[in-house]
């Protein structure tokens, strides 16, 4: 459940029009970055701690860092519906998409971004768009929007509307989760040769983190395809044009990724199922040569029960040799169990 925030009330230093202008938004706290896309699909990037123009050619990409208390307090003070104020100030984490008439608004899963790169764990990008502002935002550093900040800023894409923004977004966390499903498609690879050449022990720990990561991959991408093909279903006729999302093409995508993210986790099964069985089967072996073992220091563990007793007519008590004797006893007593082992086909040498 959406957590509920205060009304909206005004922040005069940030977004009030007697401290911002008529026409702004005023400089924006907490924001990471901010582009100008104008009409023809080009996009300009936006100095974060300078006001923020509103009414112009285009429309604006704000992402803001959630973290930050008063970013919290703008969103308030914005012209947002207010479902989707309280979406981006919630902690909620469960996946979502909401299409109003002029406003769609959701939270997607994405994979964090650190200083090595992106990396397999999961948080939440959070977003409302109209047909002028997308404003998205996040508590940590994400891999999609920075890929798609990036390539923004290279000019390697035109977006023609802010749906496409979004689109381009989801395109990247596909591309992230697909870069995942192949690394982990090489480990899997690896460990099968490992496997092969009898190598059990060392490949139980990175085929444990294979399988939470196939899991934990696919339990998200289970829930990012449902929005979109509950989009796909419901159409997008009740939206206005520029807010159209392409759901079809992004739950194909979806569905083949998930698909091969399914496959890694089902093929990590089996190979746990075949480290398992070999652990059973090298335990097995371990004790059968133990019981061997067991079996054949009997006959001289009771032999030197016997002439350890403190008892009076033991046999050699008077002889010279009686050690050289006792010692025979018992390499001939394990000797004759094991001839008689080997006989009845216990082991073979």
Excluded at 135 to 157: M, P, Q, W, Y
């Amino acid at each position: 459940m959406d957590a509920q925030v205060s009304s909206p009330r005004p922040v005069p230093s940030l977004a009030d029009p007697a401290a911002a202008g008529r026409d702004g938004l005023g400089v924006v706290p907490g924001l990471v970055w901010a582009f100008r896309i104008h009409d023809d699909g080009t996009a300009d990037p936006l100095p974060i701690d300078q006001p923020i123009e509103r009414h112009h050619d285009g429309w604006l990409w704000l992402h803001l860092n959630l973290a930050d208390v008063r970013a919290c307090q703008w969103l308030r003070s914005i012209e947002l519906p207010a479902p989707a104020t309280t979406m981006l100030l919630s902690r909620d984490r469960h996946q979502q998409l909401h299409a109003a008439g002029a406003c769609i608004y959701g939270i997607f899963a994405d994979l964090t971004r650190g200083i090595a790169g992106s990396s397999d764990e999961i948080r939440h990008l959070r977003f409302a768009m109209t047909e002028k502002l997308l404003v998205s935002g996040r508590h940590h550093a994400l891999t999609s929007v920075e890929a798609a900040r990036t390539s923004i800023e290279r000019g390697e894409c035109r977006l023609p509307s802010v749906a496409a923004l979004l689109e381009l977004i989801v395109e990247h966390l596909a591309d992230g989760v697909d870069r995942i499903a192949d690394d982990l498609a090489n480990e899997l690879d690896a460990i099968d040769d490992k496997l092969a050449a009898g190598a059990i022990r060392d490949e139980r720990q990175k085929l444990s983190r294979v399988r939470r990561t196939s899991v934990k991959i696919h339990r998200q991408l289970t829930g990012l395809r449902m929005l979109f093909h509950r989009i796909e279903r419901e159409g997008t006729q009740g939206v206005t044009p520029p807010l159209r999302l392409a759901a079809s093409k992004l739950a194909q995508r979806l569905d083949a990724l998930d698909h091969s993210i399914v496959e890694m986790r089902d093929r990590a099964w089996l190979l746990q199922e075949e480290v398992t069985a070999g652990m059973a089967e090298e335990t097995n072996r371990h004790l059968y040569i133990l019981s061997i073992l067991t079996t054949l220091f009997l006959p001289p563990t009771l032999i030197t029960g016997i002439f350890g007793m403190n008892t009076k007519g033991l046999p050699f008590t008077e002889n010279e040799a009686a050690f050289l004797l006792a010692c025979g006893l018992m390499f001939g007593s394990a000797l004759a169990v094991y001839l008689i082992m080997r006989r009845i086909g216990v082991f073979k040498l």
